[in-house]
């Protein structure tokens, strides 16, 4: 797989598991909720500037604030045909707010923004995640983020993203930390576990990344 796949496909799993964990946590018990979409859009091809894309999630989130309610959101970024990134965002509101236009209020001052409410959000941002591995990603370009989660948020979400052949060894939900070598261990009963696969090399000119599967068995345990 190529590097930039491989960050496509992190951005896709990361995407997905910070909107159900929005979804199913951090909107639990909040009352009626709405999704609302946001496209931010440069006006020059290359304008874009690392910090933009938070600036425009502080202004989001101090308004919040300041109408009483955190605001839970995920975001990601696009890299559009012409070369110019652009950003596609999520945010979860109380039924009763409408969220201002970006660049109407001063949020977004680099070009265009529009807003309307979401029927399916997580659909939303993983159809605009497939799209970052048609170019050259800006130097230092984050694929996308999220907030507004609590600490139990974070967990879930962190479980979620943990690779499939964990939630097998684990079996359940528990909290798992990665250690060098390929090695995870599980921090309730001190197991550790090797990963089934090793790096191989990495090839600077095709951009390709190679892995095997270990000649260890999956099912080799380790003592902590």
């Given amino acids: 797989m190529s590097a930039v796949g491989l960050r496509v496909?992190?951005?896709?799993?990361?995407?997905?598991a910070a909107v159900r964990a929005i979804q199913e946590v951090a909107l639990s018990?909040?009352?009626r909720v709405v999704p609302w979409l946001v496209t931010l859009t440069y006006a020059e091809v290359d304008g874009w500037g690392r910090k933009h894309v938070s600036e425009y999630m502080n202004c989001v989130r101090k308004w919040g604030a300041r109408n009483g309610f955190v605001v839970p959101y995920a975001w990601v970024a696009e890299l559009q045909?012409?070369?110019?990134?652009?950003?596609?965002?999520?945010?979860?509101?109380p039924v009763?707010?409408?969220?201002?236009?970006a660049d109407k209020a001063g949020w977004w001052r680099y070009g265009m923004s529009q807003r309307v409410r979401a029927q399916k959000p997580v659909g939303y941002l993983l159809k605009y995640a497939t799209k970052g591995d048609g170019g050259t990603?800006?130097?230092?370009?984050?694929?996308?983020?999220?907030?507004?989660?609590?600490?139990?948020?974070?967990?879930v979400r962190y479980w979620l993203c943990l690779p499939g052949w964990v939630h097998q060894r684990a079996r359940s939900f528990r909290r798992v930390t990665r250690l060098p070598g390929g090695l995870w261990v599980a921090e309730d009963t001190g197991e550790?576990?090797?990963?089934?696969?090793?790096?191989?090399?990495?090839?600077?000119d095709s951009q390709m990344v190679e892995f095997r599967r270990r000649v260890i068995p999956?099912?080799?345990?380790?003592?902590a």
């Fill in 96 to 101: 009763r707010m409408q969220l201002p236009k």
């Fill in 218 to 223: 999956v099912d080799s345990l380790l003592t």
């Fill in 137 to 155: 990603f800006p130097r230092g370009l984050r694929l996308y983020g999220y907030g507004g989660l609590t600490g139990a948020g974070r967990a």
């Fill in 192 to 204: 550790v576990w090797r990963s089934p696969w090793e790096f191989v090399r990495f090839d600077a």
């Fill in 81 to 93: 045909k012409r070369g110019a990134v652009h950003y596609h965002v999520v945010v979860w509101l």
């Fill in 9 to 16: 496909a992190g951005m896709r799993r990361g995407v997905k």
């Fill in 29 to 31: 018990g909040s009352g």
